[in-house]
């Protein structure tokens, strides 16, 4: 017997004995009776009975439970239990095994798709552990100086680069506090304000990526900043990332590009200026000629001959004073200076009649204001030249137009370029041609460099983008219009400065008759030139004015008569180009021991009156500087003004050594 039945069979008994106790006792029978031989008789009759109902109920409960674990088993039951389950039991059964059928499947598939899962995570993850250390190593190799941090301020990470910049670990400048980082960046520029400034504004602002132009640190190196919000998918900020660029091997790369495309212009231009040239020098030599040959007995008419040959002259030199000032080297830093742009047009347009076809008209605006604007002028008249160069490319075989102007307009910046919506003051330099125009497909690559639609030998495609380069630099912008087969117009906009104080001065080249009388007679010049014929020159010039002359012909001779002979010399003509010893260092070498001897500078070349100041140690720099050919009316007024500094500073300028810096001073001499 199982429990169940044991279960059942023990209360049946019992509901079966113990009435019939009952019955015993209520008719009278003692109940000793009932635990005799008629007593066990019953009680077990009762349990027979229970016995069997007990069996008789548990069959279909019985029944029901194996067809019940049959059917969880997914087999039939057997025979003998199935005679006591009901018929739809059977479709039960199938309902059930469908349903256990379809949990199998989905179980199974299940099953297949967590280990699909987590194969790909497994996968993701070596992935993730890849591109993480694959990052870590840009990051660290990176030759870019990154600061990230997050929305608060604190700093996430940075890179060694970095800490070059810094001179120091980020975390002994500023620990985690990017406001303390960023203060020891501005420490590290020239222009403070500027980075200050660039710095607060793109700090607050939540646009796409900003980027200083190039600033020059203490060290003089060149550096741009580039920074950009940090954003969830959701577009939600979560930090921002800081980008310190060392831009000084670009920057001479830049440079470079910039004058190798600057001598292509020179190249364009040459050929038209080597023409007029020829020209000019024709007109001397003829006049010269046609003077010797005119009788002496017509003092008029040589002097008449020699008047035009000077006149051609001085024409020759603002032709080659044009075309030098054009061609002078930058230093790789651009120097910016109150600029007077109608002048620096009329200069352009000096330039380019002397280069293109006789029949091509150029012409300026008329009515013009002063404008100007602080930039570098060679660069800015680079910009010109490359635009009024392609247009005179575009113009048409005869009646062709250049127009330049310049305009002082109020004009809003270029979204991209603007840090505010309000109107500036800008000055507009324009180019205007009347030739075949810019096509649709060509209007948007125009700036790209080497794009160009020109034969192969007729452009490098590197003037549009050299101009916009140098005009962005400056802090300006360049817009265009153009109508096929009616023209172009060129606009470049640049800051507009309104009190010039400080403008680069030109030297004018003298061809008065006015002559200007020595001091006194007894005063001495010192020529010092390594070509003979210019020295000579100089000397008869300077003897007919009454000058007492002494000559050198290279730097070292002129320090001999000036440090170690007795001679008395009140100011030196001093020429920068000599084998030897230049005049750069023969000047810087005067200066250092003490000689305050007035100098008149002169050379060939154009000479930045700057670099002299620096070269004069804090002491007295040149008094003038001349650009050959001088006349003899500018040599008159140059040494004049010289020679009274000398006489007005002769006390204070008096040249001793002493014996205690004797030593040092020769030993700087010889050195």
């Known amino acids: ?140 190799a990176s030759d870019e100086g990154v600061l990230v941090v997050d929305a608060q301020g604190s700093i996430i990470a940075s890179n060694a680069k970095l800490d070059d910049f810094l001179g120091k670990p980020v975390e002994e400048v500023a620990g985690r506090d990017s406001s303390r980082v960023l203060n020891a960046l501005i420490e590290r520029f020239q222009e403070k304000a500027v980075i200050t400034a660039w710095i607060e504004k793109t700090a607050t602002t939540l646009e796409g990526q900003d980027e200083t132009p190039p600033l020059v640190s203490n060290d003089n190196r060149v550096f741009s900043l580039r920074s950009s919000p940090m954003r969830t998918d959701a577009g939600e900020v979560i930090g921002r990332i800081w980008i310190v660029k060392d831009r000084s091997e670009m920057r001479v790369l830049e440079n470079q590009l910039r004058e190798s495309q600057k001598m292509g ?83 352009v347009q000096n330039l380019l009649k002397h280069s293109v076809d006789p029949r091509v008209t150029i012409q300026m605006r008329g009515g013009m204001d002063a404008s100007y604007a602080t930039g570098d002028a060679t660069q800015i008249e680079q910009v010109m030249l490359n635009l009024c160069l392609n247009a005179r490319d575009a113009l048409p075989a005869d009646k062709g137009v250049i127009e330049i102007a310049v305009e002082n307009v109020t004009h809003r910046m270029p979204t991209k370029a603007a840090a505010s919506n309000d109107a500036s003051d800008f000055v507009m330099l324009v180019v205007r041609d009347n030739g075949h125009g810019i096509s649709e497909e060509h209007r948007q690559r125009i ?36 109508e096929v087969g009616r023209g172009s117009e060129f606009r470049v906009f640049l800051p507009r400065l309104h009190s010039p104080e400080e403008l680069e001065e030109e030297t004018p080249i003298d061809n008065g008759p006015a002559i200007n009388a020595p001091a006194g007679g007894q005063t001495t010049i010192l020529v010092v030139d390594d070509e003979a014929p210019v020295r000579s020159i100089a000397m008869n010039m300077l003897g007919f004015l009454g000058y007492r002359v002494l000559e050198a012909c290279d730097g070292q001779q002129a320090l001999d008569i000036l440090l170690r002979s007795n001679e008395k010399v009140d100011a030196v003509l001093l020429d920068i180009y000599m084998p030897k010893l230049s005049g750069r260092d023969t000047f810087k070498e005067l200066r250092a021991v003490g000689n305050e001897v007035p100098v008149v500078v002169c050379s060939g070349f154009v000479i930045d009156p700057d670099e002299f100041t620096i070269l004069s140690q804090g002491r007295t720099p040149p008094v003038d500087i001349m650009l050959k050919p001088y006349s003899l009316d500018g040599l008159s007024k140059a040494l004049a003004k010289a020679v009274e500094k000398s006489q007005g500073e002769a006390p204070a300028r008096a040249f001793e050594l002493t014996a205690s810096r004797a030593p040092q001073q020769a030993a700087m001499l010889v050195s």
């Open 1 to 140: 017997m199982n429990s169940l039945r044991l279960r059942i069979l023990f209360p049946l008994w019992l509901f079966g004995f113990l009435p019939a106790m009952g019955a015993t006792r209520m008719m009278g029978q003692p109940l000793e009776w009932f635990f005799g031989i008629t007593g066990v008789l019953l009680g077990g009759g009762v349990f027979l009975a229970a016995y069997l109902i007990s069996g008789w109920l548990l069959k279909p409960t019985t029944a029901v439970m194996k067809g019940t674990t049959a059917v969880l088993r997914g087999v039939p039951p057997d025979a003998h239990s199935a005679e006591w389950l009901p018929a739809d039991f059977w479709k039960l059964r199938c309902d059930i095994n469908m349903i256990f059928a379809k949990q199998r499947q989905a179980l199974n598939a299940a099953e297949q798709h967590a280990c699909q899962t987590a194969q790909r995570l497994l996968n993701a993850e070596r992935l993730l552990r890849e591109a993480f250390t694959a990052l870590q190593g840009l990051f660290a």
């Open 447 to 482: 700036f790209e460099p080497f794009f160009t639609t020109k034969a192969g030998s007729k452009g490098t495609g590197l003037g549009l983008s050299t101009a916009q380069d140098i005009v962005r630099e400056h802090g300006g912008w360049v817009e265009f219009d153009s």
């Open 265 to 347: 212009t020179i190249g364009q231009l040459a050929g038209g200026i080597a023409h007029d040239f020829n020209n000019l020098l024709t007109a001397i030599r003829g006049n010269l000629t046609l003077a010797e040959l005119t009788p002496a007995s017509n003092p008029a008419g040589v002097r008449d001959k020699l008047q035009n040959a000077n006149h051609a002259t001085t024409r020759a030199a603002e032709l080659v004073k044009s075309l030098l000032g054009y061609s002078r080297r930058s230093t790789g830093i651009a120097v910016r200076k109150a600029t007077n742009l109608k002048r620096l047009l009329a200069d």
